[in-house]
């Protein structure tokens, strides 16, 4: 496959604009300031110095007439993110795709059923490895040593492998995807499950490139958790990182001020500023399907709301009304169910057009 060596020009605009935008005038809650100015303040957190990408790929074989391969690319010193990419044997048209993300303790390899379903339906898929996940931790799978990476950004209040790292890692994939004459960069898609489904929804926020997002189980206002005792099931899929943060602060019950402290330093504004109501309406006008369970005790249906709420409000001023959907799971947890899978996949039939 060849391809294209342009410079990753959306990158390099990025840059230019965290790093040279004056400062943005504010109104009075976080979802009110203007849209540019959250993404910009978002970007200049995330980001960090460009190196080459610097691909390599490996032909895995073909399956029933797919075709599997193993990718690596470089995000930044000493970080390269591992992936699989899975297509129809022999097309030769440029195509839309779709990336997938996975929840803690999950892999590439977990999100293989999603891969060949979107590929079989004509679309080229990709699924890479979080950060502390699969390839990039020493044990090939759980979720260890994220949680001692977690605890690391608590300590030192540097780097965010909770969530923010793999948004850079999603808006680097974009650079490469970009670069392939067999891809279509017009239509990229995006979906993502828990841990994954926030990291879609605050990617999607981030990368305008990014034309439809379908986040899983994990859309969710922080703040509002923080406010009405729904903070503990979220702050559980790191419960380790978390009871050692407050074993060290010398907190021995932990409450929703130390949860609230515990998200300053790992996941700067996820509470306010980066909160769902405030960064869901940034893809609009973009097509989002968001699904979620109206039992899930980690994505709470009054914060739920909120998001969907704020995000209709952009929506409807974009004249876009038709490209938000909820689709709310009846009697169902932490978990997509066969029949969302579904909806999602028509999702990115309809709005990306394989």
């Given at each position: 496959m060849k391809h294209r060596t342009l410079p990753s020009l959306r990158a390099a605009l990025v840059l230019a604009l965290v790093l040279g935008s004056a400062k943005p005038a504010l109104a009075a809650g976080p979802t009110a300031e203007l849209p540019e100015a959250k993404r910009a303040a978002f970007l200049k957190l995330i980001s960090r110095p460009l190196v080459p990408l610097a691909p390599e790929l490996k032909p895995l074989g073909?399956?029933?007439?797919?075709?599997?391969?193993?990718?690596?690319?470089?995000?930044?010193?000493?970080?390269?993110?591992?992936?699989?990419?899975?297509?129809?044997?022999?097309?030769?048209?440029?195509?839309?795709v779709i990336v997938v993300l996975h929840g803690t303790g999950g892999n590439k390899e977990?999100?293989?059923?999603?891969?060949?379903?979107?590929?079989?339906?004509?679309?080229?898929?990709?699924?890479?490895?979080?950060?502390?996940?699969?390839?990039?931790?020493?044990?090939?799978k759980g979720s260890t040593e994220y949680s001692d990476a977690i605890l690391r950004a608590f300590r030192e209040g540097r780097e965010h492998p909770f969530f923010y790292d793999?948004?850079?890692?999603?808006?680097?994939?974009?650079?490469?995807?970009?670069?392939?004459?067999?891809?279509?960069?017009?239509?990229?898609?995006?979906?993502?499950?828990?841990?994954?489904?926030?990291?879609?929804?605050?990617?999607?926020?981030?990368?305008?490139?990014i034309a439809a997002a379908v986040p899983c189980i994990g859309v969710q206002s922080f703040g509002w958790a923080l406010d009405n005792h729904g903070w503990k099931s979220r702050v559980g899929t790191v419960k380790a990182a978390f009871d050692a943060a407050a074993k060290e602060s010398g907190v021995a019950e932990p409450d929703a001020a130390f949860a609230r402290k515990f998200y300053e330093r790992v996941v700067p504004g996820v509470h306010d500023r980066f909160d769902g109501p405030a960064m869901l309406p940034l893809v609009a006008p973009r097509p989002?399907?968001?699904?979620?369970?109206?039992?899930?005790e980690r994505t709470p249906v009054p914060g739920v709301m909120l998001c969907i709420e704020s995000a209709r409000t952009a929506y409807k001023a974009a004249v876009a009304s038709d490209r938000l959907v909820l689709r709310l799971q009846e009697k169902t947890g932490h978990k997509v169910n066969d029949d969302s899978l579904q909806a999602a996949l028509e999702w990115f039939v309809k709005w990306l057009k394989p």
């Open positions: 073909e399956t029933n007439g797919l075709a599997f391969t193993h990718f690596s690319f470089a995000v930044e010193a000493g970080q390269r993110v591992p992936g699989l990419m899975v297509g129809k044997v022999g097309a030769l048209v440029r195509r839309p977990g999100m293989l059923p999603h891969l060949r379903r979107h590929a079989e339906a004509g679309f080229i898929t990709v699924a890479i490895d979080a950060r502390h996940h699969g390839e990039r931790s020493k044990a090939g793999t948004v850079w890692d999603v808006m680097r994939l974009v650079d490469w995807l970009a670069t392939r004459d067999d891809v279509d960069p017009r239509r990229i898609g995006l979906i993502g499950f828990s841990k994954g489904g926030i990291e879609t929804y605050l990617a999607a926020a981030a990368d305008p490139r989002l399907l968001v699904i979620n369970g109206d039992s899930d």
